[in-house]
């Protein structure tokens, strides 16, 4: 794991030339993923994982905080890939989440089939350039006309993402699974939130809408629209306080998984607070 890290490295810094052939095939296979940060698919105890692999220049442990927040999200009624922390001998984190769309071939070790996976984006029929015409209603509305229901999973995650301040949930940070028979919502991911200290910047807008009110992050703003996520509107307001009131341990929870009190701090200001 030490010399993927490394070799991501030499890639971010644009020293690749001294890679063997080998690192070079595990990048590429990671970078199909996407994302800005450096990625890539490792077998960890016969399980496929999508590896996200520390950079240099990381303002905090990236690993550290992701592997809170998805035990946050799962205490908190979120369904979630398998996840696990690698610490590198250097201390840094690596966040280790098994691939949701893939499926192991019965007695075939190492091989994987793969499973139809959509994101909300390609749902929508937006292209990347248009995802702030994307919102969290429109998903719901968009997969209940296609016979997903799961209008209060969407809600529920809305919700989760505006109480950590996770500012970077785009159309393709949510996504759908081909099942046997039918499409279903996937798995959560990269519920990663933004540094924030009190009283700077108290009001946030998300990346997509949430609302009558746009991107607005409040609580009226989120139950605006409860409707068309087929939630009356006390409902809508229960999962809301519980998806709050479920995240007074981020603090513990961080610690737990050796994020620093430094790093902490800088976070300070992002969970919604009641
Ligand atoms: N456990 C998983 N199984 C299958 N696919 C996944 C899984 N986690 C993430 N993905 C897919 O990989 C893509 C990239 O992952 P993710 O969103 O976590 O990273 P990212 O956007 O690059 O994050 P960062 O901004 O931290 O670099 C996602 O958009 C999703 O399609
Ligand atoms: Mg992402």
Known sequence: ???????????????????????????????????????????????????????????????????????????????????????????????????????????????????????????????????????????????????????????RRMAFNMAIRNTDDHLRNHGFLRGKKEWRLSPAYNLMPAPAVPGVATSFDLSIGVGKMGRKATLENALSESARFGLPKREAEEIFKNVVDNLRSWRSVMARYGVTDSDIEKFSGSFFAR
């Open 1 to 155: 794991m030490s010399r993927l890290v490394a070799a991501a490295q030499e890639v971010l810094d644009g020293t690749e030339g001294r890679l063997t052939q080998e690192e070079r095939r595990f990048l590429l296979q990671g970078s199909s993923m996407g994302g800005a940060r450096p990625k890539a698919n490792v077998l960890h105890d016969g399980r496929l994982c999508l590896a996200k692999l520390p950079a240099s220049g990381d303002r905090f442990d990236n690993a550290r905080v992701e592997m809170a927040l998805s035990d946050l999200a799962r205490s908190a009624g979120i369904e979630t890939p398998r996840t696990e922390l690698i610490s590198l001998p250097d201390g840094r984190g690596v966040f280790l989440s098994e691939r949701f769309d893939r499926v192991p071939v019965p007695d075939k070790h190492g091989a994987f089939f793969r499973k139809g996976f959509l994101s909300a984006l390609t749902l929508l029929g937006l292209d990347e350039r248009k995802n702030p015409l994307g919102s969290c209603p429109a998903i719901a509305d968009a997969a209940r006309k296609a016979g997903i229901d799961c209008g209060r999973d969407i809600f």
